[in-house]
Structure formats: C-alpha cells, structure tokens
C-alpha cells in the first residue's frame, strides 16, 4: 500500500480515508496517533495489524467534545470531571465504565474504555467528524519508540497505513497520563505529559492520588519493554558514567547518548535539557535519531530520582530494559529493575504501558 505523505492542508483527504476504512496516523501533542473509526470492526483491526500489536491491548478513544465523551461512558465521578475540564483539551487520559455502544473490541473485552480529548487542531477536527470520536494508540510499531515527528511515522509504517498527516513536531513528546477513575479517588496507571503533582494539586486532599498497578484494574498494554530503540540502552546513574563510558571503550564497543553534559568520549552525545518537560519533548526524537546512527550501544545518563522526572524515568526504564550488549547472551537483562507489582502486569505499550 501506498503511504501518503499529507500536508495538514490535506486532512479532509485523510478523513475521507478514514471514512473508507483506512487507518491515518494524526498528529497529537503528545506522540503522533495511528487512528481509525471506532465504529468500522475492519478499519479497527487494521490498527493492530499495522502495530502488529496484540488484540488484548486496548485503544484509546480520542473525543472531541464532552457530548462524544458522555456517549461512550456510564458515567463519571466528580474528580474525573473536575480533571477533564482542567486538563482537557490536553496530555490526559481518563479510564471509565464504558457503555454498551463502544464496541469490545477497542477495549480488549474490558467493561472500561480510556478516553482522552488531544490538544492538537488536527485530531479535534478530524475526531469531530466521526460519531465516536476516533480510536488512536501511538502510532509505532509494538515495543518501539513513539513517533513525535511525522517522518517517525513514515519510517516505521510505510507501506502499512494509508497516510500520515503532517502536524509538526509534538509539543509535549511523551504520551498522556493515563488515570483510573473507576474509583474512590484517582489512580494514575501511566505517567505522562500531566504530573501526578499537578493532579494531586488541583483536586487536593479529599482525593489522594495514588499510582502503579490499580487493584481492579487489567493493564494490558505495561510492555516492560516498550519505547524500545534497536540498540541496546543504558541507563546509568550519573555518578557511573565515567567508569560504564570506559568499559565499552576497553571492549572496543561504540556509543552514542544522552546526558545533562558534555560527553567528549562518546560518537554522539546529545546534552539534555534540565527540566523535565523540556527533556520529555526531545526524548523521542533523540531516541530516533541515535537510533539512525552507527553506534553499537546507547547510553543514557539517569535522570534526578525526584517525583517530577517520573514519567521521563518511566520510559527510559523501559526504552532499557531489553538492551543486550554486543557480545553478550540475551539472559536475564532486566536491567530497568521492575518490581514484581508490574512484573504481573502484561505490556506493550505500555499501557501504562508503552505502546
Ligand atoms: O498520548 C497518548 O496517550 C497517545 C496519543 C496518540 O493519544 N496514545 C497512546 O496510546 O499512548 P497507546 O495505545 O500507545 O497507549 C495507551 C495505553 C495502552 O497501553 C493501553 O493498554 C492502555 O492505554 N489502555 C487503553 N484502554 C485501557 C483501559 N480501558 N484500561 C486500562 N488501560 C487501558
Ligand atoms: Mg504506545
């Protein structure tokens, strides 16, 4: 299949290739989104298809409206909608019951759906034009790294989706934080573009906010190894830089990376911003770029350990946790250190999750 390469001039063309069943990757301001129709079983597949990503792992619905969000769930508590009117349009992504008209299939058989109003012109247009808004994961290839440029996109699913419209760079770079409101209070199941901080800020204390694995819900898409580049990744502990940097230079192994400095010793280094939601921006494509490069290894210098770097060190972890070393056995390289709470989870995209 031919993939159009599509100005944002061109999206009533995508969104009649939507209309036809097609699946487009729209820009959002977290990571560009692979959409389709939630309401074609077909165009929906295909999504999976295209991400080769695993049928148990459910799609986030992306609203255009609070009349599109009202219609695909029973009903939502108070925090919920005190955080959708603060942060929507924005990085944030609400999982509810779900009504019987969002089909099964989008939510991987769940009674929930996640849903999300993106702040970006080009999917608020194009979700308005469908009835259910549209479905949209990240629109790379399953475990890999998210797309915030177009040609992230064009590169990795050419010949597999019918269009890729181009939106510019994504402005907040790492995908939205995803909160259960099944509950009392909320539950934050993902990291992301919107700090636990910031939550916890806006509804106060009469709604503690807690994190990792809720204990009703199934997280089906929190792939440990997820945002993954094709090399292996380090992720070092600043303090450890040197003495990592000079083992691979004695075993003859070449590196690229990222760190807060300068690195003289390194074929690439690019030095990062020091705050977090400047360095979540460029992550992505930092990653893509290394990615491209010759370089046998990627090494990446660990954020501060602080609350606010949690969504950065979030997917870092699992952008490591893969990472076998030229030269060594794929043993047990866990190297991110999940703790046996998300060593139960299933992955992918991490569903909060990395997909
Ligand atoms: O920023 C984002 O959220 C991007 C942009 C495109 O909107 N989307 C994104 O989608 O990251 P995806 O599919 O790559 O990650 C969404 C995660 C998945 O891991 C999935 O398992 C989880 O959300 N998820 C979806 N529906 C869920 C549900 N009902 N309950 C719990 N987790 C759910
Ligand atoms: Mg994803």
């Not at 031919?2 to 061109?10: G, M, N, P, R, Y």
Request: hydrophobic share 35%; net charge negative; glycine share 8%.
């Amino acid at each position: 299949m031919e993939t159009k390469f599509l100005d944002s001039s061109e999206l009533p063309l995508a969104i009649t290739l939507l209309k036809q069943g097609e699946v487009v990757a729209l820009p959002t301001e977290t990571v560009y989104g692979l959409a389709a129709d939630p309401q074609n079983q077909e165009a929906v597949d295909k999504v999976f298809t295209a991400k080769k990503r695993p049928k148990g792992n459910p799609l986030i619905l992306h609203v255009a409206s609070f009349q599109q969000l009202q219609n695909a769930v029973l009903g939502f508590p108070d925090y919920a909608k005190c955080l959708a009117k603060a942060f929507w349009p924005g990085p944030l992504t609400l999982v509810l019951p779900k009504k019987d008209t969002v089909s099964s299939e989008i939510t991987a058989g769940q009674k929930t759906v996640a849903v999300r109003m993106a702040n970006h012109p080009t999917m608020l247009e194009a979700a308005a034009a469908f009835e259910q808004g549209l479905v949209a994961p990240s629109a790379n290839p399953y475990t890999k790294i998210s797309p915030t440029k177009p040609e992230h996109v064009f590169k990795s699913l050419e010949g597999r989706i019918a269009a890729v419209v181009d939106g510019g760079p994504c402005l907040v770079g790492i995908e939205s934080t995803i909160v259960d409101c099944t509950g009392d209070h909320p539950w934050v199941l993902r990291e992301g573009g919107i700090s636990i901080e910031e939550i916890q800020s806006l509804l106060g204390d009469s709604y503690p906010v807690q994190k990792g694995p809720a204990p009703k819900t199934v997280v089906p898409g929190q792939h440990k190894k997820h945002y993954s580049p094709s090399k292996p990744l380090i992720l070092v502990d600043s303090m450890d830089l040197a003495a990592k940097s000079l083992e691979l230079l004695e075993r003859k192994i070449s590196f690229c990376g990222l760190g807060f400095t300068e690195h003289p010793k390194a074929d690439f280094w690019g030095v990062m911003p020091g705050s977090p939601k400047e360095y979540a921006r460029l992550l992505y494509d930092k990653l893509h770029e290394i990615d491209s490069l010759t370089c046998e290894v990627i090494l990446v210098e660990s954020p501060p350990y602080t609350p606010e770097w949690g969504a950065v060190r979030d997917r870092l972890k699992r952008a490591s946790s893969a990472g076998v070393l030229p030269g060594e056995s794929n043993g047990n390289k866990e190297r991110c250190g999940r703790d046996g709470v998300e060593k139960r989870l299933g992955d992918d995209e991490g569903s909060l999750r990395g997909s």
